[in-house]
T-cell receptor, first 112, second 117 residues
Framework: RKEVEQDPGPFNVPEGATVAFNCTYSNSASQSFFWYRQDCRKEPKLLMSVYSSGNEDGRFTAQLNRASQYISLLIRDSKLSDSATYLCVVNDYGGSQGNLIFGKGTKLSVKP | GAVVSQHPSRVICKSGTSVKIECRSLDFQATTMFWYRQFPKKSLMLMATSNEGSKATYEQGVEKDKFLINHASLTLSTLTVTSAHPEDSSFYIC?????????????FGPGTRLTVT
């Protein structure tokens, strides 16, 4: 069974804190990896793709470890607006459509 | 980023009626669109993959006769929930993949919240 596992949280952190989320995936053939964020009762929005070399976008840094089948997201200097659920997403390689498999999400709550 | 619209955003219907949800890619063409369902505090579950000009591919456990999908053009896919029942109440979200991109990024519509009474 192809799965994506995440710590559900919630992570309750003060503004300005650094927080890290982890994710593991079971399909070793997966080729594409993403982090999405989903606000309450809204659709998921792409936060960033995750590349083998790791990538950074402002306060957000994503890392991929293919050997361990592990993905991480680091958020520095947390803002109140970062409060959301963060979804680890992996493509279902082997399926003909390149479908995405979603983790259940990690909830982040940034407090003043 | 690519824009996907969904209509209606919210619908309340009586048990036994059918509901149609539209998903449109506004600024790109999508030969492939996806329909997801999300129950409260649960992850998104793929229901089916919608293919322009051909039959949809349904995930295991999803009844194709109950959830009718039509992908008549490169920018429009519709999901019809037939003979809806209260257990069909959920958040239905579509997504589309920009075929011009090399990787599997999907862009989501704003979702349709269905309540069946």
């Amino acid at each position: 069974r192809k799965e994506v596992e995440q710590d559900p949280g919630p992570f309750n952190v003060p503004e300005g804190a650094t927080v890290a989320f982890n994710c593991t995936y079971s399909n070793s053939a997966s080729q594409s990896f993403f982090w999405y964020r989903q606000d309450c009762r809204k659709e998921p929005k792409l936060l960033m793709s995750v590349y083998s070399s790791g990538n950074e976008d402002g306060r957000f840094t994503a890392q991929l470890n293919r050997a361990s089948q592990y993905i991480s997201l680091l958020i520095r200097d947390s803002k109140l607006s970062d409060s959301a659920t963060y979804l680890c997403v992996v493509n279902d390689y082997g399926g003909s459509q390149g479908n995405l498999i979603f983790g259940k999400g990690t909830k982040l709550s940034v407090k003043p | 980023g690519a824009v996907v619209s969904q209509h209606p955003s919210r619908v309340i219907c009586k048990s036994g009626t059918s509901v149609k949800i539209e998903c449109r890619s506004l600024d790109f063409q999508a030969t492939t669109m996806f329909w997801y369902r999300q129950f409260p505090k649960k992850s998104l579950m793929l229901m089916a993959t919608s293919n322009e000009g051909s039959k949809a591919t349904y995930e295991q456990g999803v009844e194709k006769d109950k959830f009718l999908i039509n992908h008549a053009s490169l920018t429009l896919s519709t999901l019809t929930v037939t003979s809806a029942h209260p257990e069909d109440s959920s958040f239905y979200i579509c997504s589309a993949r920009d075929e011009g991109l090399a990787i599997y990024e999907q862009y989501f519509g704003p979702g349709t919240r269905l309540t069946v009474t």
